[in-house]
């Protein structure tokens, strides 16, 4: 019956279909407006008695919040026009339709023999996407909530946006006793490792700010702590700096930087949603078969141009991906892709890449460009991921936090059978993105997830898991309550097993 229907939806001319997408997802959005439950404003409701608490407390000297939001969750645009590139969608926006010059511009540059640290373009960030407008009409947008909800859920802690709290204060002292709030904003086509540099730039700049905002000569920035809420991919962006501090990745594409939690010095407390700490097979199909949200988005070609895309792979040792005979296939291997004809090395991409590399008349010769594109960002992706997964303790005045999801169906593994047909595997131990032992760490396949006493390499100050989506845990109610025991409990010295 399912695939019957598909079959019906396929024969809709796009015209048709993008009206039907609007209809449905008007009524979905619409519907989850109306629907407020109990829980949840009884949730909303010890918030507000929380901020009060927090308030009152003179023990509580609040640190500044930086928020880093996941892939897709800053806005591109072109620096000339100011056009859009990424968060907008629809009537003038990203896709409609999706132009050649469109795709030129989301890509990155397919050059052959170009070193790791040239694949870039002239695209800059455009701050955080609070939500993603969807103008089917000029006349008709709405949009569909990112990030806003999460942001302004941290205002009702009690926190003040920097520009606007800069903006609304009259004088030091009304603004000294507000805890402020910033938003890291990245380019996520890149490596996370080349972000994690540029947030230790943010974090200086961030850190003059606030001397200046609490009244403080700039000599004193240095006093400046700060905590960290990180959404999905934007949590490795976060660990990378904390563990490197602005060390890029040697560009031999084999050793490793110095594992010295330099970039934990300013920061205390870093708060991981949903994070893809092992990978994640949803990045996997991605690449496969490109990215789309009702109707719209990227083909995997496009998406094979980014470094980021390919350090969200799971690891081989966790056998995501096996063979017919049971062997454990490496995501990280060219060959692996080549030989099973997936993302541009499929027919139906050629169209795509005639369009990347318009001045290249073959294809076979296209496909040898975007395979040695692909090498380069495997072997950045392989050197990130091994960075990543050495087992070090943190500093004992860092505290790691974790919010992840149990409780939807997550791909699991892809397995091919004795036809050379794939199969993608589910389990519901996830998020729908980002399965739990992933999120937790647990290196072990095998092993059993335990809330109250979870071993892993990165040694958890506190683990929850919520029953919600990989997006959905952002506006969480009860993840925000926690939240904010976490950003006042903090603030406190630990003594003899009690907080002081």
Known sequence: MMSGSLEKLSKLGPSRLRVLVFVVTLFVVSGCQLIKSSEQLLIQELAELHLNDHKADPRAEPRPVIVIPGILGSRLKQPDTGTVVWGKFGFGGVSWPLTGKMLINTSLPIKHGSSFDVFQDDLVVDGVVHELPFIFLPFMPFGIGVYHEMVSKIESLGYCERRAC???????????????????????RRSNAHNAVLLKEFIDQYAIDVAKYRGLNSENDDTIDF????HSMGCLVARYFLRYGDQALPKDGKSL??????????????VMVAPPNLGSLRAMQSLRHGYYRLGFGYTSSILATMPSLYELLPRQRHRPIVNEEGRSLDPLNITLWEENEWGPFSSEEDATLRILLP???????????????M????????????????????????KLWLFAGKSKQTPSR???????????????????AVLSRSALMKDSYHAKLSTSSARTPIGWSGVVFLFSGHLGLTRNPEFIVNLGFILKEGHWVLKEGRWR
Not at 359 to 372: F, G, V
Request: glycine share 4%; net charge positive.
């Open 359 to 373: 001045n290249i008349s073959s294809r076979k010769e296209r496909l040898t460009l975007m395979k040695a594109r």
């Open 414 to 432: 892809l397995r091919r059978d004795v036809k050379g047909d794939w199969t993608l595997h589910s389990e519901r131990l996830g998020d729908g």
């Open 257 to 270: 930087p110095t594992l010295d939690w330099s970039g934990s010095k300013r920061v205390k407390n870093l």
């Open 227 to 230: 905590d960290i809420v990180c």
């Open 166 to 188: 800069n903006a609304s204060s009259s004088s030091i002292d009304d603004r000294s006793n507000s805890p402020l709030l910033a938003e890291f904003s990245y380019d996520w």
């Open 375 to 398: 090498k380069k960002n495997m072997t950045i992706a392989s050197q990130f991921q091994r960075a990543m997964d050495i087992d070090s303790e943190p500093p004992p005045e860092l």
